[in-house]
């Protein structure tokens, strides 16, 4: 796997804090009292089994569900407490990139990665929409597939182009659910190696949902373990699973570390 | 005393679901209206969606219009023969297919052509979170997906109706032409003689009413989907069924208002 610089990570300056979050859905309590910050320049994944509500975490953030009891922040701004504008202003410098990367059926790739910038850049000429596509699509090595519909894409190729389409807003924070999820360990590895170079090239801080432990382990500077709703261990990833706990230590040994 | 705010469900599971489907129906509606005057006015949009709509739907529309205009003035002959009264051929074709039969015949086509499409369109892009990736780009998915539709139904089924009504008075045209030779001017002529402005107007409301039902009921399932792909073909199944079922109590409000305007 390619290694990148070390890059540095502000712990004065927090662009993400949770504090007492709680969220059920009927009687399903999902969150229950997550505390947590993220710092400039940090990636941050957020382990745990299906179910535990790790995407929820990440919805609450960009604003996609309420939390019933808490507080989030993101870069300055209570999430839950902003209007329509507001939140679609705080969601132009957040990137979120969905576990089935959810391309526009519809469009082709440069249309999809074309569409936010058209809706969100006024006065933008065709020219710049398309050199600013490009560029993306170049960060992402798939300029070539540029007029392919998503149907012609594989996982992998896909997963690429939804990280684009997000990056092309300039986000100062990634939200990544399940970047690995559903590929085979090469492409996981392709996409581990971009979520690190998303994060030197764009200078962002991100959250990496993830029940992939090599994902986790390559990509995170601290790593989070959701378990019950709870986080029960924050750490480097070595911190996390240097323990004595079962329910972490059969996380662990059911995934094939690199 | 029974204590209500205590309760899980106010009546049961199933009637207190109803009423929360009427209410967010409502609030659905209210939004349109809400969003449909506001800023940014995404034209290019909506001229393709009339496309999808409109243009698309060309083909099934004159198809249609155009046998229900043979089989309709067809089956009338006897009967108005029996009255000896086979000249006032046209002018019963022109109320029944100006006043009733291409309105309906063109909505009823369009719900199941267009309605079907919005609810899967909508639902699938629900189900595989592209609603989602919409919202978290700041774009506001109400807006782009379900005013543009809505404004495009609205648009362009009225647009149709007359297209049918026209295709279909020009099929009992050609079965009137084959029993008693006739120029296509006169059969025209005869045809509106007897149409009034009340008439036109009646059959101009009743297109955009059904126009605004396909495109809301269609959004409202589709933009509402839930459970996978199960839920788009639900969204699909109800979009249809449910603009249906509106477009004939529609119908009958519409002919009894009119009616009633008439009158008075």
Same mark, same amino acid.
């Not at chain 1, 009927?26 to 790790?54: M, P, Q, R």
């Not at chain 2, 049918?164 to 009137?176: E, K």
């Given at each position: 796997m390619k290694k990148l610089q070390k890059h540095t990570i502000d712990?004065?300056?927090?662009?993400?804090?949770?504090? +007492?979050?709680? &969220?059920?859905?009927?009687?399903?309590?999902?969150?229950?009292?997550?505390? =947590?910050?993220?710092?400039?320049?940090?990636?941050?994944?957020?382990?745990? &089994?299906?179910?535990?509500? &790790?995407?929820?975490?990440?919805?609450?953030?960009? +604003?996609?569900? &309420?939390?019933?009891?808490?507080?989030? =922040?993101?870069? +300055?701004?209570?999430?839950?407490?902003?209007?329509?504008?507001?939140?679609?202003?705080?969601?132009?410098?957040?990137?979120?990139?969905?576990?089935?990367?959810?391309?526009y059926d519809g469009m082709n790739v440069f249309q999809n990665l074309a569409f936010p910038l058209n809706m969100n850049v006024k006065n933008l000429s065709k020219k710049e929409v398309r050199l600013s596509v490009e560029k993306v699509l170049d960060a992402v090595g798939l300029i070539d597939k540029i007029n392919h519909m998503p149907s012609e894409l594989s996982g992998g190729q896909r997963k690429r182009v939804g990280i684009a389409r997000t990056l092309i807003l300039k986000p100062e924070i990634m939200l990544y659910d399940e970047p690995t999820a559903g590929l085979d360990p090469i492409t996981s590895t392709e996409i581990i190696e971009l979520i690190n170079e998303v994060q030197h090239q764009f200078q962002t801080s991100s959250i990496i949902i993830t029940h992939d432990l090599t994902c986790a382990k390559n990509t995170s500077d601290r790593t989070a373990m959701l378990l019950e709703g709870q986080f029960v261990k924050v750490g480097t990833f070595e911190e996390v699973f240097d323990t004595q706990n079962e329910h972490l230590k059969d996380f662990y040994n059911y995934n094939f570390i690199q | 005393m029974i204590n209500f705010w205590n309760r899980k469900y106010i009546f049961t599971k199933v009637i207190?679901?109803?009423?929360?489907?009427?209410?967010?129906?409502?609030?659905?509606? #209210?939004?349109?209206?809400?969003?449909?005057? #506001?800023?940014?006015?995404?034209?290019?949009? @909506?001229?393709?969606?009339?496309?999808?709509?409109? $243009? #698309?739907?060309?083909? $099934?529309?004159?198809?249609? !219009?155009? @046998?229900? !205009?043979?089989?309709?003035? #067809?089956?009338?002959?006897?009967s108005l023969e029996a009255f000896g009264a086979a000249s006032w051929l046209p002018s019963l074709m022109g109320i029944a297919i100006i006043k009733a039969l291409g309105p309906l015949v063109t909505a009823l086509i369009c719900a199941g052509k267009v309605g079907s499409g919005i609810g899967a369109e909508l639902g699938s892009m629900r189900v595989t979170e592209q609603i989602d990736a919409m919202e978290v780009s700041s774009v506001n998915p109400f807006k782009f997906l379900v005013v543009n539709r809505i404004i495009a139904t609205t648009i362009t089924i009225p647009?149709?109706?007359?297209?049918?009504?026209?295709? !279909? $008075?020009? !099929?009992?045209?050609?079965?009137?032409?084959t029993e008693d030779t006739s120029s296509i001017l006169t059969f025209y002529q005869n045809a509106f003689s007897t149409i009034t402005f009340l008439d036109i107007f009646e059959s101009v409301v009743k297109s955009v009413i059904y126009g605004f039902t396909i495109g809301i009921v269609g959004c409202f399932k589709g933009f509402n989907a839930t459970q996978g792909t199960l839920g788009v073909g639900r969204a699909a199944n109800h979009a249809v069924v449910l603009a249906m079922f509106l477009i004939f109590v529609e119908e009958i409000l519409i002919v009894q208002v009119f009616n009633w305007i008439r009158f008075y």
């Open positions: 712990a004065n300056e927090p662009v993400i804090t949770i504090s +007492g979050l709680y &969220k059920s859905f009927d009687d399903l309590e999902v969150l229950k009292g997550i505390d =947590f910050t993220l710092y400039k320049g940090e990636n941050v994944a957020v382990l745990g &089994k299906s179910g535990t509500g &790790k995407s929820v975490l990440i919805k609450i953030i960009v +604003g996609l569900l &309420k939390p019933d009891k808490g507080a989030v =922040f993101a870069l +300055g701004k209570q999430v839950d407490k902003l209007n329509r504008q507001e939140l679609d202003a705080l969601r132009l410098r957040i990137g979120f990139s969905f576990q089935s990367s959810a391309l | 207190d679901q109803y009423f929360k489907n009427v209410y967010d129906a409502y609030e659905f509606i #209210k939004l349109f209206f809400k969003e449909a005057f #506001k800023r940014p006015f995404h034209f290019r949009e @909506i001229i393709n969606q009339c496309y999808e709509v409109g $243009l #698309k739907s060309l083909p $099934l529309i004159t198809l249609t !219009g155009f @046998i229900v !205009g043979i089989v309709f003035t #067809k089956q009338s002959r006897p647009v149709l109706v007359f297209y049918c009504s026209f295709v !279909g $008075l020009y !099929g009992s045209y050609i079965n009137v032409h």
